[in-house]
T-cell receptor, first 113, second 118 residues
Framework: AQSVAQPEDQVNVAEGNPLTVKCTYSVSGNPYLFWYVQYPNRGLQFLLK??????LVKGSYGFEAEFNKSQTSFHLKKPSALVSDSALYFCAVRDTGYSTLTFGKGTMLLVSP | DAGITQSPRYKITETGRQVTLMCHQTWSHSYMFWYRQDLGHGLRLIYY???????DKGEVPDGYVVSRSKTENFPLTLESATRSQTSVYFC??????FGRGQGNEKLFFGSGTQLSVL
């Protein structure tokens, strides 16, 4: 079975500060990992993915994520947060041999001016 | 993205009624998906389709029916709506062929249908 956990319902950060949104996963094979973002009244948008290779993945809007196999984590990061980054962020995983993604419950990121 | 559209945007119905949510994509993506989004549950997969005339159950399929007679359309029907089906429904598509392992597994989502069952 594949699963993903986002331990924080909400993350608050001041504009200009670094941000981290946490994600841990569980798979039996090799994981394919993803981050998506949802702005109010919109569908989800793809941010970045880890398939294989470098543990640090760079994505859209200055976001990056670090894959850590020993800790089974895939945390989303950004060096300097913007107010416009405020949104709902979803981590997702697909195990080898599976045909679909499993999403986490989402983390609301609030960036204050 | 204009390539995947859902209709209606909002729908109010009564318990016991049949409701169909429409999804149309213009990219000829092979895979299409239906998710529901609920507070505290995130996104849960209802049904998905790997190609025309091929559909499969997801995590929460009970009470829902899908069909895919054409590649571009993937309607979701609630046969007899219940209050527990009040939710926001998202359709998504992907050009990836998941079964072949690595690929561009980027999902493209519609803007959603907000369904209220009274």
């Amino acid at each position: 079975a594949q699963s993903v956990a986002q331990p924080e319902d909400q993350v608050n950060v001041a504009e200009g500060n670094p941000l981290t949104v946490k994600c841990t996963y569980s798979v039996s094979g090799n994981p394919y990992l993803f981050w998506y973002v949802q702005y109010p009244n919109r569908g989800l948008q793809f941010l970045l993915k880890y398939i294989t290779g470098d543990n640090l993945v760079k994505g859209s809007y200055g976001f990056e994520a670090e894959f850590n196999k020993s800790q089974t984590s895939f945390h989303l990061k950004k060096p300097s947060a913007l107010v416009s980054d405020s949104a709902l962020y979803f981590c997702a995983v697909r195990d080898t041999g599976y045909s679909t993604l499993t999403f986490g419950k989402g983390t609301m990121l609030l960036v204050s001016p | 993205d204009a390539g995947i559209t859902q209709s209606p945007r909002y729908k109010i119905t009564e318990t016991g009624r049949q409701v169909t949510l429409m999804c149309h994509q213009t990219w000829s993506h092979s895979y299409m998906f239906w998710y529901r989004q609920d507070l505290g549950h995130g996104l849960r997969l209802i049904y998905y389709s790997a190609a025309a005339d091929i559909t499969d159950k997801g995590e929460v399929p009970d009470g829902y029916v899908v069909s895919r007679s054409k590649t571009e359309n993937f309607p979701l029907t609630l046969e007899s709506a219940t209050r527990s089906q009040t939710s926001v429904y998202f359709c998504a598509s992907s050009e990836s062929r998941f079964g072949r392992g690595q690929g561009n597994e980027k999902l493209f989502f519609g803007s959603g249908t907000q369904l209220s069952v009274l």
